[in-house]
């Protein structure tokens, strides 16, 4: 996957410190602050993504990888430095809840007007007559 091969070799993670900083930053106003903040968890969405494809293949991993960034744009606006020190943990859990609902509303439901045991059963019991 050539995303993943890219957001890796140009994405660093970020130590408290520099986030703290660029939430400051951020809060001035600073687009490039946000921007800095949401592409250093980057690599966290890809892997947590991988983990939730492995098991559910009636999803696509871009699919996977797509929810996960507009989690992690949604807890970066919503992180707030003084309650958790690192932006990691919100965004693991913000992103892992987000693949979580996002499988729940995709799992194919199949709609039948009848029962399709008691439609056979009547099939049947045509033939047999």
């Known amino acids: 996957m050539e ?28 687009s490039y602050a946000r921007e800095v903040l949401i592409n250093s968890c980057l690599p966290l969405v890809i892997k947590i993504a991988e983990k939730f494809s492995v098991n559910n293949k009636h999803v696509d991993i871009e699919d996977f990888i797509q929810e996960g960034n507009i989690a992690l744009i949604n807890a970066i606006d919503k992180w707030n430095p003084d309650i958790s020190k690192s932006i990691t943990t919100l965004a693991y859990h913000s992103i892992t809840n987000a693949l979580i609902n996002m499988i729940q509303k995709s799992k ?4 039948t007007p009848y029962n399709i045991t008691a439609y056979a059963a009547k099939i049947i019991s045509k033939i047999e007559s």
Do not use: A
């Open 108 to 111: 194919y439901k199949i709609k």
């Open 3 to 30: 995303y993943k091969k890219s957001i890796t070799r140009v994405h660093r993670s970020l130590t408290p410190k520099e986030q703290k900083e660029l939430y400051e930053q951020m809060q001035d106003g600073d």
